[in-house]
């Protein structure tokens, strides 16, 4: 009897198209805290193609939180040479030069931003870039590239949450409160933080009387969240 012929229920992956599976594995990791599950999927996909960017990248990324911020530098310097147009690469360099030289972390965030085509990677552009603006005390021009945003249709809270942020340490209070206004009206662990946020927000603008209002809020919301839970 002849041997059978091999029959694919699904078609079978390539090694290629493994690879975005598996950084998207790592990022998955990485959310949840687990920076050695990350590493494991960093090393499968450098077995693929160590030298992608997307590769690069993730290893620029975890080599800084496992704390070697130069190293980890080092090899987004190295995407940005070899691919000065890849966005992503120009972020985790942006990312990581903040916290080693934020003039640098500015121009790779710039730089960044005028090639984004995606709406996600612009938001993550101009906060890497208010971040570095910051960092060089240069607080006005966060608020006017923040201002950017405010045409944008980001509905994520955990976005709006990282935009408010970004506009309190911009020195934005005002802004900062209308962003998290779009988060009040829900029953969520979002709306506590917002309400924390708002908080802050007043305190900044010497609003004592809002500032204690906004946190008792925060601390009415975490109640009702627990109980809904």
Known sequence: MGKRPRVWLVPPVSR????????????????????????????????????????????????????DLEAGYAIAQEIVAAHPEHVHGLLCAADIAIGLDPDAAVELARKAADLVE????????????ADALCATERADEAREVLGELSSSAIDDPGVILDVANALLTAEDPTSAELWLRRLTSTEDEHTSHAWHLIGAAREAKGDKAGMVAAWRGAGERRVTVALLA
């Open 16 to 67: 290629t198209d493994r690879l975005p599976a598996l950084i998207d594995a790592a990022h998955d990791c990485l959310d949840e805290g687990d920076l050695d599950g990350a590493r494991a999927k960093h090393g499968l996909a450098a077995r693929i193609d160590r030298r992608h960017p997307d590769v690069m990248c993730l290893d620029a990324q975890l080599t800084a939180l496992e704390g």
């Open 118 to 129: 995606d709406e996600g990677d612009l938001v993550a552009a101009v906060l890497l870039l």
